[in-house]
């Protein structure tokens, strides 16, 4: 499996959520939907107990199956999986968000981070 910093494959994700869809897409629609809420202009996830120290949110796809929220809602949105050696951004900064979400490579998400660059 081709993992990084503890996160799954944007090929993983994708084939998850096709699975979910497949299966019964309005009981994922009504799960991803029910912890969303507004907080100003972001659409933010709050988990209910599976995020992680540094603030992203996850959900359980199974049991030894952890997805970064961030993760699943750009991949719902563009209906890809996420391409190899690319990262998801917040361009808003706040890591809860998933309306805010660009595709990045790591070197410019890592300038970015250190002050080193913008965001475009």
């Known amino acids: 499996m081709n993992r990084r ?4 494959s944007g090929q993983i994700t994708h084939d998850w959520l096709a699975r979910q ?3 019964n897409k309005e009981r ?6 029910r912890n969303l809420v507004d907080e100003g202009d972001c659409r933010v996830w709050v988990p209910t107990g599976s995020g992680t120290k540094k603030g992203y949110g996850r959900i359980s796809a199974k049991r030894d199956l952890k997805l970064y929220i961030h993760h699943v809602f750009w991949t719902l949105t563009n209906c890809r999986p996420i391409p190899a050696g690319m990262e998801i951004d917040h361009t808003c900064e ?6 805010h ?3 990045i490579d790591p070197d410019t998400n890592l300038a970015i981070r250190n002050g080193k660059a913008t965001r475009t």
């Open 5 to 8: 910093r503890g996160c799954f």
């Open 21 to 23: 869809v497949k299966l």
């Open 28 to 33: 994922l629609i009504d799960r991803l939907a």
């Open 94 to 99: 706040n890591r809860r968000c998933i309306k």
């Open 101 to 103: 979400l660009q595709l």
